[in-house]
């Protein structure tokens, strides 16, 4: 059975003229088998995100957050269907779960109950888009996802159990294709062996569409963007920038480590590891093949470049001023990963080691506690990673103005710098 993975993010179904472009899309590939990834509608999850900071905050805001998501809902099914009875009770029966996690007394572990509450988004918008094919009398069939992706514990960056993941993938899904054309599941969301929701991380929508290709052997993986494919960089920040039309699973697999937000970091393996390959297409040009990813031969590539926003700079010696060693390194890195902090860039000297993370502040609180009083931190904020690929001196020397460089490190064909923007000088009059 040839099986395509379609991944549809929420840009695509931000409101009802989305819907109704994605069931244009699968209205054309009506007669082949596709499993449909699809992400939680527009700003839903940062919406719920508020919701969960309300909940603990116990600000009496909850509820008053919680009914705005749900009227847009109601609003975009009213739009979308004449006689929308049916979804609104499917997605009602949604909300009611919420509702029961905000009914009890705050959990101790805030990431546990982010991940029962924000994984809602994704059941949200597939109960939607699965009302809506069957009402186009497309061939489709609706699944939960955490009844094939088994994660462990690590709430909000699950990791994937992956022999049973497959195998429940092969026994749910497969059967499922026999009798439908195309099945809608959710991204981003999948469950422990206690039948907890987990979470893969931000953007994760990608990785679940990733792992279900991975699973079945799929024949191509489609990403669904509001871009025309992978670009030389972010067209909101640059005006030149230009469609890459074939790039190599190694130099993707480069760019989404270094930042590039076009596709989620851990996408490109599980892809490279059964030669399956990527499109990344535009919804709004469907016709479009976009950016094809593949094992391409290495092939020249113009400038691509990557800035991280919110970075920050740790700082951290020891109090006694004696050197950073061995040991020193091997407990910070511990705690690095413990709490998840990911290290973007890094400098050891004697008696300091310096790296760059995400500002992420109630972990590197966490992680500075934690430090104990052996070390000190000083934390240097509002700053920017800037990542050249296949740089050349014109591009390194424009990047570089009005820009106060904090470090920065050359390798054979990427620059990195850690940087602060700065105001521009004006000439008195």
Request: net charge negative; charged share 25%; glycine share 4%.
């Amino acid at each position: 059975m040839q099986i395509k993975v379609f991944k549809f993010g929420g840009a695509s179904v931000k409101d009802s003229e989305g819907f109704r472009n994605v069931g244009q899309i699968l209205q054309k590939y009506s007669d082949e088998k596709i499993v449909v990834v699809v992400s939680a509608m527009g700003k839903t999850t940062n919406a719920l995100e508020e919701v969960v900071k309300s909940f603990y905050a116990q600000d009496g805001q909850t509820e008053a957050l919680l009914l705005k998501i749900k009227s847009s809902h109601v609003a975009l099914i009213q739009e979308l269907f004449p006689v929308s009875q049916a979804v609104l009770d499917d997605i009602n029966d949604a909300f009611v779960e919420i509702e029961w996690v905000l009914e009890e007394v705050p959990h101790e572990d805030y990431d546990y109950t982010y991940d029962q509450i924000v994984s809602m988004g994704e059941l949200l918008s597939s109960k939607i888009l699965i009302h809506y094919l069957q009402y186009l009398k497309i061939s489709s069939k609706w699944l939960d996802v955490r009844d094939v992706i088994l994660t462990d514990n690590t709430y909000r960056d699950a990791r994937i159990q992956w022999d049973t993941t497959q195998s429940n993938a092969k026994h749910k899904i497969i059967p499922m294709l026999e009798t439908a054309n195309h099945i809608v599941t959710q991204g981003f969301i999948g469950s422990t062996s206690e039948n907890f929701t987990t979470t893969l991380g931000r953007e994760g929508s990608d990785y679940t569409a990733a792992i279900l290709s991975y699973c079945l052997d799929a024949d191509s993986m489609h990403i669904w963007k509001d871009v025309p494919g992978v670009l030389t960089g972010d067209p909101r920040i640059f005006d030149e920038v230009i469609k890459m039309p074939r790039i190599s699973y190694n130099e993707a697999i480069e760019m989404t480590y270094y930042g590039a937000k076009v596709i989620h970091p851990k996408t490109i393996k599980p892809l490279q590891n059964k030669q399956i390959p990527l499109f990344v297409r535009p919804f709004l040009d469907p016709s479009s093949e976009g950016t094809v990813i593949s094992d391409e031969k290495e092939m020249s590539y113009p400038p691509v470049i990557v800035i991280e926003h919110d970075q920050t700079l740790l700082h951290i010696s020891t109090n006694d001023f004696s050197f950073v060693a061995e040991h020193h390194l091997s407990m910070i890195f511990a705690l690095l990963a413990k709490h998840r902090l990911k290290v973007n860039m890094m400098r050891n000297t004697a008696i300091s080691f310096s790296v760059c993370v995400n500002n992420i502040p109630d972990r590197i609180k966490k992680f500075e506690k934690e430090l104990g009083t052996e070390f000190k931190m000083i934390q240097d904020n509002d700053l920017e990673l800037v990542t050249i690929r296949h740089y050349n001196e014109d591009i390194l020397k424009d990047m570089k103005k009005n820009k106060l460089i904090l470090f920065e490190e050359k390798l054979q064909d990427t620059v990195q710098m850690v940087v602060r923007n700065l105001p521009k000088m004006k000439r008195k009059e």
